[in-house]
């Protein structure tokens, strides 16, 4: 069964970093494509970025392109989202979320990039931050 398990959310300051982890059991991250997203209040979810497995791609929107990132730390079986310069708009709850299939994590088509649907998520992680 596969879970995954996110934390590193709370209460921090405008101009700050955070970095948010996701644990995975039943399955080796490694091999996994990740994906993060937010859902701020009142509005519809949204992915932050994502990285492919094998082949070590990633991608951020431009809205948060320079200050977040996605790292993973196989022995740990964790992803982490690092988030710098923290601004009040990114007050939301956190997602990670994984899965397995061929290919990137995201496409590109004529209107942009957009993240491909992931089929494992964890319960999220809210992170506010204060002005």
């Known amino acids: 069964q596969v879970q995954l398990v996110e934390s590193g959310g709370g209460l921090v300051q405008a101009g700050g970093s955070l970095r948010l982890s996701c644990t995975a059991s039943g399955i080796n991250l490694d091999e996994f494509h990740i994906g993060w997203f937010r859902q701020a209040p009142g509005k519809e979810r949204e992915g932050v970025g994502c990285?492919?497995?094998?082949?070590?791609?990633?991608y951020y929107p431009d809205s948060v392109k320079g200050r977040l990132r996605i790292t993973r730390d196989k022995f740990k079986n964790t992803a982490y989202l690092e988030i710098d310069n923290l601004k009040v708009e990114d007050t939301a709850v956190y997602y990670c979320?994984?899965?397995?299939?061929?290919?990137?994590?995201?496409?590109?088509?004529?209107?942009?990039?957009?993240?491909?649907?992931?089929?494992?998520w964890g319960q999220g992680t809210l992170v506010t931050v204060s002005s």
């Open positions: 990285v492919s497995s094998s082949i070590e791609t990633s």
């Open positions: 979320a994984a899965d397995s299939f061929r290919g990137n994590c995201y496409y590109c088509a004529d209107h942009g990039c957009y993240f491909r649907r992931l089929q494992n």
